[in-house]
């Protein structure tokens, strides 16, 4: 290995460049695999095959190394990073694996300068991220910063406070001790909000399946400000900041929700070309606004980490739901807390920690036919046709057919621009005009879709919003990688979900794209979505 090889100037910018000859075999092998990655453009598929086959095998091959550069990228950039001042909890709660072991992460998302106080910052986003060539899954796990926790010396507090007082070490210490016993954290990095703004930039943005209206003015709230109209769209930096670290009117569970959709609608996005085209600028910004811990500074920590990614390529998402318990509090006061039990949350991690095959979803791919209560498809389902055609006509002619569904979830109810019922005080009524439902257009690679987005409230104050989405977009990125596809009524319906869990079920014409989205924390059981989704008719 030559010491002028392009990946050891990268990876010891902030080193003595290593003796090639004192790396062992495995270090030895983990930088070839790397260099091959950063040098080698990927090979497509021949294209023997014509038509939809060969598109397939092309996707396939991209869906194999997307997240292996994705990691590439990330950790080659923070390693010009200095490291995580360790401070009051001491640097010994870190574990350096052999190469290609699993490593869990630890990702925190904050506002903190180098070299300034701890105590001058604010974390909204703490998540572990499972890496596991074993397992078929990469797992990802939020931890909510409402969460209540006890700080020695401080009393009980928030887990966000945590991080002002100590830092990661003593996060990490209170994660081990008080959340996760047994955690083993093998790697921190800490990254900057503005950071993750530009992040977002330099990547080309991202398509956001938005769920509501999301409306604040900072003067009016002393929250952060935000204006989103709902359905599906192109979200860019400062708007996809206040899209993952909105709270205002919901909980830190559905913001933990947000972040984690944002993630896996990036990895929607973007592409190999994507990512080493705009390599130089992405190293750039992760460089300068993330830390990480002393251990990706040195050759082997850095090589180990990237051997775990190579070897888990082409693994989806999982994100494991922490299992907070929301108190119920008095009319008018406010919640500080959200609290767990030791034995859901040990139940969470081992979950996080499993090697074995994620819980199938309760549906598959084959036929099945609506129809019979027997089934229990329908269960907490009611008919809602009138409403269903009133969202229709308030849409006028939005550019393509518009289809509603004649079966929605009992209990919830249309947002409707009519009635202001999902109007968030104190926004005025001229905030939402022909927010409820939306007709719109989608722009993307120099085209305007024709769309449409229709909105159901189950449970405002816990973020549980649903929708019916309308687009004459026929590949939106959200729809490339279903996880099943079933025969419904003679509708084939193409599934998308993590864990075994629905987020979105979605079908097609010769004239438009239609799905429906789940709440934020998939809170529709699966069932149910697909009889939704099935029961979907032209308006008429």
């Known amino acids: 290995m030559n010491p002028d090889d392009p990946l050891i100037r990268r990876v010891s910018a902030t080193n003595p460049v290593p003796d090639p000859e004192a790396l062992g075999p495995e270090q030895r092998a983990a930088a070839d695999r790397l260099r091959a990655l950063t040098t080698v453009t990927p090979r497509l598929p021949a294209r023997r095959l014509r038509g939809s086959a060969w598109i397939r095998q092309t996707a396939m091959a991209l869906a194999i190394v997307v997240p292996v550069a994705a990691v590439l990228i990330v950790v080659l950039g923070v390693h010009h990073r200095s490291s995580i001042n360790h401070g009051r909890g001491g640097s010994g709660v870190l574990h350096l694996p052999s190469a290609g072991k699993a490593q869990t992460l630890l990702l925190i998302g904050s506002d903190h300068r180098t070299g300034e106080p701890y105590s001058d910052a604010n974390t909204d986003a703490m998540m572990l991220v499972r890496l596991n060539p074993d397992a078929p899954t990469i797992n990802l796990l939020s931890v909510p910063r409402d969460?209540?926790?006890?700080?020695?010396?401080?009393?009980?507090?928030?887990?966000?406070?945590?991080?002002?007082?100590?830092?990661?070490?003593?996060?990490?210490?209170?994660?081990?001790?008080?959340?996760?016993?047994?955690?083993?954290?093998?790697?921190?990095?800490?990254?900057?909000?503005?950071?993750?703004?530009?992040?977002?930039?330099?990547?080309?943005?991202?398509?956001?399946?938005?769920?509501?209206?999301?409306?604040?003015?900072t003067a009016q709230t002393d929250?952060?400000?935000?204006?989103?109209?709902?359905?599906?769209?192109?979200?860019?930096?400062?708007?996809?900041?206040?899209?993952?670290?909105?709270?205002?009117?919901?909980?830190?569970?559905?913001?933990?929700?947000?972040?984690?959709?944002?993630?896996?609608?990036?990895?929607?996005?973007?592409?190999?070309?994507?990512?080493?085209?705009?390599?130089?600028?992405?190293?750039?910004?992760?460089?300068?606004?993330?830390?990480?811990?002393?251990?990706?500074?040195?050759?082997?920590?850095?090589?180990?980490?990237?051997?775990?990614?190579?070897?888990?390529?082409?693994?989806?998402?999982?994100?494991?739901?922490?299992?907070?318990?929301?108190?119920?509090?008095?009319?008018?006061?406010?919640?500080?807390?959200v609290t767990a039990t030791r034995g859901a949350e040990a139940t969470a991690y081992r979950r996080f920690l499993a090697t074995g095959p994620s819980p199938a979803s309760s549906s598959s791919a084959g036929t099945a036919h609506l129809g019979g209560s027997g089934r229990g498809d329908a269960v907490n389902l009611v008919q809602d046709v009138p409403d269903g055609q009133a969202q229709a006509t308030a849409l006028g002619a939005p550019g393509l057919p518009v289809y509603y569904p004649s079966l929605i979830v009992k209990s919830s109810?249309?947002?409707?621009?009519?009635?202001?019922?999902?109007?968030?005080?104190?926004?005025?009524?001229?905030?939402?005009?022909?927010?409820?439902?939306?007709?719109?257009?989608?722009?993307?690679?120099?085209?305007?879709?024709?769309?449409?987005?229709?909105?159901?409230?189950?449970?405002?104050?816990?973020?549980?919003?649903?929708?019916?989405?309308?687009?004459?977009?026929?590949?939106?990125?959200?729809?490339?990688?279903?996880?099943?596809?079933?025969?419904?009524?003679?509708?084939?319906?193409?599934?998308?979900?993590?864990?075994?869990?629905?987020?979105?079920?979605?079908?097609?014409?010769?004239?438009?794209?239609?799905?429906?989205?789940?709440?934020?924390?998939?809170?529709?059981?699966?069932?149910?979505?697909?009889?939704?989704?099935?029961?979907?008719?032209?308006?008429?």
């Open 147 to 217: 969460l209540e926790v006890r700080i020695p010396g401080g009393g009980t507090q928030k887990l966000n406070a945590v991080y002002s007082i100590g830092g990661p070490s003593l996060l990490l210490k209170i994660l081990r001790t008080q959340v996760f016993p047994g955690l083993t954290v093998n790697h921190v990095i800490d990254f900057d909000f503005q950071g993750f703004s530009r992040l977002v930039d330099a990547l080309g943005c991202a398509y956001g399946d938005i769920d509501h209206r999301y409306i604040n003015d």
């Open 223 to 337: 929250y952060s400000s935000i204006d989103l109209e709902a359905g599906y769209q192109r979200l860019c930096g400062a708007q996809a900041l206040q899209f993952v670290r909105f709270r205002h009117t919901d909980t830190s569970l559905v913001r933990d929700a947000r972040q984690q959709d944002f993630l896996r609608w990036l990895s929607d996005d973007f592409t190999v070309g994507d990512l080493l085209s705009r390599r130089d600028r992405l190293l750039a910004i992760i460089g300068r606004y993330s830390q990480t811990d002393s251990g990706l500074h040195s050759v082997s920590g850095l090589l180990g980490l990237f051997d775990a990614a190579v070897k888990s390529a082409g693994h989806p998402f999982e994100q494991i739901p922490f299992p907070a318990t929301l108190p119920r509090c008095p009319a008018g006061e406010s919640c500080p807390f």
């Open 413 to 540: 109810r249309y947002c409707s621009d009519a009635n202001g019922n999902c109007r968030v005080a104190p926004n005025p009524p001229s905030r939402y005009v022909n927010a409820y439902p939306r007709a719109y257009q989608i722009q993307a690679g120099g085209q305007h879709y024709p769309s449409y987005r229709m909105t159901l409230v189950l449970n405002a104050a816990l973020g549980q919003y649903y929708g019916v989405q309308g687009t004459t977009w026929s590949d939106p990125p959200i729809l490339r990688h279903p996880t099943a596809t079933q025969v419904v009524n003679g509708r084939q319906l193409r599934e998308y979900g993590t864990g075994g869990e629905l987020s979105l079920v979605a079908f097609s014409t010769s004239t438009g794209t239609y799905w429906i989205s789940n709440t934020l924390t998939d809170s529709i059981p699966n069932a149910q979505l697909i009889a939704i989704a099935a029961s979907l008719r032209p308006a008429g």
